[in-house]
């Protein structure tokens, strides 16, 4: 066997496992970030479904809101992991 193939066959290898390892790792990590937000969010959203805000200016409330939060608190919230944590809110508060 030719020792640059067994090489290149054992990167290649290394690669895939890494890539699944990074793969689980930042979905542990959204968890994390969801778990951190979940609560604060969760009020934030019941208090503005009470207002007579429309719909949009809630969500944009709510974003500023979260999102100022999160910096508050050192938590480093993609703008989609903020939009995904309102929606999982706003589900919770209409069922």
């Known amino acids: 066997m030719n020792i640059g193939i067994w ?20 979905s542990i990590a959204k968890q994390i970030i969801i778990a951190q937000l979940k609560d ?3 009020q ?17 409330a709510a ?4 999102k ?4 508050l608190k050192g938590i480093e919230a993609k703008d989609s992991l903020i ?6 809110a706003l589900q919770k508060i209409k069922f």
């Not at 090489?7 to 930042?26: D, P, R, Y």
């Not at 934030?44 to 944009?60: A, G, H, P, Y």
């Not at 100022?68 to 910096?71: E, G, K, V």
Request: proline share 0%.
């Open 7 to 26: 090489i290149k066959g054992f990167f290649n290898k290394f690669v895939q496992v890494f890539k699944i390892f990074l793969s689980e790792a930042l």
């Open 40 to 42: 604060i969010a969760l």
């Open 44 to 60: 934030i959203v019941t208090e503005l479904s009470q207002t007579d805000m429309s719909n949009t200016d809630k969500r944009n």
């Open 63 to 66: 974003f500023k809101k979260i």
């Open 68 to 71: 100022d939060y999160a910096t």
């Open 83 to 88: 939009n995904l944590t309102i929606e999982l």
